[in-house]
Each structure stands twice: as structure tokens, then as C-alpha cells.
């Protein structure tokens, strides 16, 4: 399977007025990275090897990948996990504490059997499948040797992984002395020393672009929703799906991964109090724009302020 989709990666290299343009192409995923300098042959390996080691770890997309094998185990099963998983694990345990239990990656045990909203809402209400929902299902001892107490959990990663592949390709083009750069990773961005033309790669509405001076944020993540039900979608404490297709996320901390995250996992919170919620810190810039009705509304932390135009 891993070498089936190697055959099908492969990368555009074109250059304008703004650099080199990379793309990067997998199935259905897309990575840019843009520079000014060269990119080698060598680095350019690097760069592929790098983006699907990652992949084929915590991608629940590839069948074959360590989570996609980790989900099939069978009850009370060890399995020594590799890095990626580990500190992605914790991620996701910390942001399913802070949410106090409504962003739950374990969901993925429903929506693994379906994506249509009627099916996941009955599923939600079906005991059976409820007890496949829980982070406590999911234990660790000696910090990698993972096992899981109920055979039907499953767990995906799909709130954090562009800030993981991002974060990983930004520390390896710093280190081959790249010394300017952007890299786009599904809705996660980070700008190196220059700036980046968004229009090019995202449809906004124009009320956004009008607010937000984009040239001015070195890191950040776009959650929109894209008609595809993932785990960061459902309040596990009260089974509401949030499909709202309305709501935009903005998340501009120094930080890529918790950008990724906090972006996703923000719309199962009450972004209408975004200022006094104990979900987010406000020291973190965020921006919102969501409808009530026919009308939209803005809202920024006050860290933000310094995006605005």
C-alpha cells in the first residue's frame, strides 16, 4: 500500500513573479510550499519523506497506517507506538481535558461506520457505540506501550495532523537553511521571513479579507467547514453536530499545532462568550465570524488586535 501511494505523489514546480511553488499532491490532500531559494533534489526527498513518515503513522486516511492498525486491535492488545503517535496522543488527551470532555477523538468509532448525519445521530444515541466513546479507553504505560479496554474504540487524528506536518517541514527547511518560506497544509499556514498572497489559495468571504491584514501573521490556522463530518464536529456531551457551514476560525498563537487544533476544536465551544470562555486563553489571538439568523458576526480576542486592518 505505501509503495501504491508513492506512485501517486508527485509534485507541479513552477515559477511567478512571487518564487518557487512546490506542490505537493497526495490522493486528496494538498501541500504547498512556496520560497525564494532553491529547493534541492536532495531536500526535495526530504520533504517527501518527512510528509509521508508522518502520514503513515497518524493518517487513519491510509489503511495501513500505525492509528489504522492501532483502531483494528483487539481489546487489552499492546502495541509500542511510535513518536508521532505518542506526542499527538497527548495532544489530543490535553485538548479533550481542557474541552472538559466535548471534543473527544474517540468519536471517530462512529464516524467510521458513517459520515451521513442521520446515521451518527442515531449512532450518538445507541449504547452499543456510546461505550466506544472515551479518551479512558484508550491507556498507555511506560509512555509508548498503547492498549485499548474496549475492542470497538477507534481514534483518529484528523484535528491536529496539518499542524504536525506543517510544524515538521518548517523545522527541516529552517535547518537546510531555507531561508525564506510558506507552507500551506490543508487550512494550516506558517510564513518564514515573507508573506503570503491568500486569496490565492483560500475562498474567503470578502468582509474577511476587508478585517484581517493577513500579510501580517506569520502562523496561523482556517477552520471553515468542508461538508465532511470529523471528529471535531461533535460535542460528545451533548451530541450536537456542529455543521455550520457560517462558521469561520481564525488561530494566530507561535504555535502551529495547538493553531491547528484550538481552530477545529473552538467551533464545539460558545464562541458567543469568546472572551470570558474558560476554553480559550485569551492571550491567544483568535478571530470568529459566525450567523445568527441572517445576521454575521465578528469577534476577536484582544490579542488579535494586532491583525486587524
Known amino acids: 500500500m505505501r509503495f501504491l501511494i508513492l506512485i501517486v505523489f508527485f509534485f507541479v514546480l513552477y515559477t511567478n513573479s512571487y518564487g518557487i511553488t512546490k506542490e505537493y499532491n497526495l490522493i486528496d490532500k494538498k501541500l504547498i510550499i512556496f520560497t525564494n531559494d532553491e529547493i534541492s533534489n536532495e531536500l526535495d526527498n526530504l520533504i517527501e519523506k518527512k510528509f509521508d513518515a508522518i502520514l503513515s503513522v ?84 511506560a509512555s ?51 508573506t503570503l498572497d491568500i486569496k490565492k489559495y483560500f475562498v474567503l468571504q470578502e468582509k474577511i479579507y476587508e478585517i484581517i491584514n493577513f500579510e501580517n501573521i506569520p502562523t496561523y490556522s482556517i477552520y471553515t467547514f468542508d461538508n465532511e463530518i470529523k471528529t471535531y464536529h461533535i460535542n460528545q456531551k451533548n451530541n450536537q453536530i456542529v455543521d455550520d457551514n457560517s462558521i469561520f476560525i481564525l488561530v494566530a498563537s507561535d504555535s502551529i499545532v495547538n493553531n491547528d487544533i484550538l481552530s477545529k476544536t473552538l467551533n464545539l465551544s460558545d464562541f458567543t462568550k469568546l472572551n470570558n470562555s474558560e476554553y480559550i486563553n485569551v492571550n491567544i489571538p483568535v478571530f470568529i465570524s459566525f450567523k445568527v439568523g441572517t445576521f454575521t458576526y465578528y469577534k476577536h480576542s484582544r490579542s488579535f488586535e494586532k491583525y486587524l486592518n
Do not use: H, W
Request: aromatic share 10%; hydrophobic share 35%; glycine share 2%.
Open 144 to 194: 509508548n506501550i498503547f492498549f485499548k479496554v474496549q475492542e470497538c474504540t477507534k481514534l483518529s487524528f484528523d484535528s491536529v495532523i496539518s499542524g504536525i506536518v506543517v510544524e515538521n517541514l518548517k523545522s527541516l527547511l529552517v535547518n537546510n537553511n531555507i531561508s525564506n518560506f510558506s507552507i500551506i497544509y490543508n487550512g494550516t499556514i506558517s510564513n518564514f521571513n515573507q
Open 58 to 141: 497518524i493518517d487513519v486516511n491510509e489503511s495501513d497506517s500505525f492509528v489504522s492498525r492501532f483502531n483494528e486491535l483487539e481489546r487489552n492488545s499492546q502495541v509500542s507506538a511510535p513518536d508521532y503517535f505518542v506526542d499527538a496522543f497527548l495532544i489530543l488527551k490535553n485538548y479533550n481535558k481542557i474541552s472538559k470532555g466535548s471534543f473527544d477523538p474517540t468519536i471517530f468509532s462512529i464516524i467510521s461506520k458513517s459520515k451521513k448525519v442521520k446515521k451518527i445521530t442515531k449512532l450518538l444515541n445507541t449504547s452499543s457505540t456510546r461505550r466506544c466513546i472515551s479518551m479512558n479507553n484508550i491507556k498507555v504505560k
